[in-house]
């Protein structure tokens, strides 16, 4: 399942790809939580062909999937001028050294591991695509009443 989501250019948008309906509901919530704006797909396949034209800040990104996993997005990612410099953090239960090492080497900016600790999801996440909520204000915007 899969929503569309009304954004304008300062919002920041993670774009969440996962197979687990409650892993993503979940995730969704806290996303939301500390200001992002968020998408949530369950296939790779259709999550890489929305990313292309959505351009999110951010995707999180399970390894795990059927059909299209999160190694062959982060393959083929690397090919792909239209997304090629959207950061992805894996969001995976692999804990597997070498698969985090693959990951990293593919291009991933970040590994957090399921169950998610959401203080390391944040924390991640605030490195790549800073919070809206603490971003400094535009005061190029200030208008007087006079």
């Known amino acids: 399942m899969s929503r569309t989501l009304s954004v304008n250019k300062l919002d920041k948008v993670i ?11 979940i995730v969704e919530i806290y996303l939301g939580r500390l200001g ?11 999550a890489m062909a929305k990313a292309c034209k959505a351009q999110p800040s951010c995707i999180l990104l399970d390894l795990a999937m059927p059909e299209f996993d999160g190694f062959t997005f982060l393959r083929l990612r690397q090919k ?32 957090v591991t399921k169950p998610v600790e959401f203080d390391k999801l944040a924390g991640r996440l605030e490195r790549i695509v800073p919070s809206p909520y603490f971003q400094k204000a535009d005061t190029s915007e200030v208008s007087w009443r006079g």
Do not use: F
Request: glycine share 6%; with cysteine.
């Open 15 to 25: 774009m969440l790809v996962d197979d687990d309906p409650h892993v993503t509901a």
């Open 36 to 46: 992002y704006k968020s998408c949530t797909y369950h296939s790779g396949m259709i």
């Open 80 to 111: 792909m001028q239209e997304i090629r410099d959207i950061p992805i953090v894996v969001l995976s239960a692999n804990q597997d050294r070498e698969d985090v090492k693959r990951a990293i080497d593919l291009g991933a900016a970040g590994y």
